[in-house]
């Protein structure tokens, strides 16, 4: 059932609820199996910076677009008490037996056709009010058929720092919003190899 042990110990501190655990537990691996898991793996001065910007902002939820195994946003939902959900593309992959195991509740983007209501649906809210969050996301046409879809007032982007040598489509400090109205409004490390910045629109 489990890949390895690094799986089957996850399981029993997410079990658990033992983010502490989690982030300490990810400092013995070596980087090529923690970004299997994760491709940021936040400090916990970055989550408390994170807990008072999303007080600031209003915001109580998120909808974390490419989530992956969902491992941050169920760091992020331990640590601060946010509600996070996830949104992926290729169910029959999350759902088969090759894939990593899931943290959070995945929601699949639905092909036929996608409507802002589906964003909505995917955080059971029938409101506007979560924040939309793109991780290592490497889709810059995705993104901005996301962000015309979504009718919220926070973007977060978190991707690798200048000069790390990665590739994103969003990049965290340079995002393309094509000029509708969104302007960053801070950005802090959350690694240390990586930044998180926040984006709204009055
Ligand atoms: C590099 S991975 C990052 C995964 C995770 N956010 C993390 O940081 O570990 C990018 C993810 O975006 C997903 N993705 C790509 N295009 C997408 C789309 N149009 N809608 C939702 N997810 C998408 C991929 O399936 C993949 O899991």
Redesign the pocket.
């Known amino acids: 059932m489990f890949k390895d042990s690094f799986e089957e110990q996850l399981r029993v501190l997410t079990d658990e609820k033992d983010w502490e655990g989690v982030l300490k537990l990810s400092e013995t691996l070596p980087l090529d199996k923690k970004?299997k898991y994760?491709?940021?793996w936040p400090t916990g001065e970055a989550l408390q910076i994170i807990k008072s910007t999303l007080h600031e902002l209003g915001i109580g939820k998120l909808l974390?677009?490419?989530?992956?195994?969902g491992l941050?946003e169920w760091i992020i939902k331990e640590s601060i008490g946010a509600a996070v959900y996830g949104?992926?593309?290729?169910r029959s992959w999350w759902e088969s037996s090759y894939s990593p195991i899931s943290y959070i509740k995945l929601n699949f983007?639905n092909d036929v056709h996608m409507d802002p209501c589906f964003l909505q649906e995917c955080c059971d809210t029938k409101d506007w009010d979560f924040g939309m969050v793109f991780?290592?996301?490497?889709?810059g046409k995705?993104f901005h058929d996301y962000l015309r879809l979504y009718k919220g007032s926070v973007v977060i982007i978190?991707g690798p720092a200048p000069g790390v040598g990665i590739h994103t489509d969003p990049p965290p400090l340079k995002a393309d919003f094509c000029d509708s109205g969104w302007k960053m409004l801070k950005y802090f490390n959350i690694s240390k190899d990586d930044i998180i910045s926040f984006y709204t629109k009055s």
């Open positions: 970004s994760l491709w940021t974390s677009v490419g989530c992956g195994t941050l949104l992926e593309v290729d983007i991780c290592y996301f490497n889709n995705a978190i």
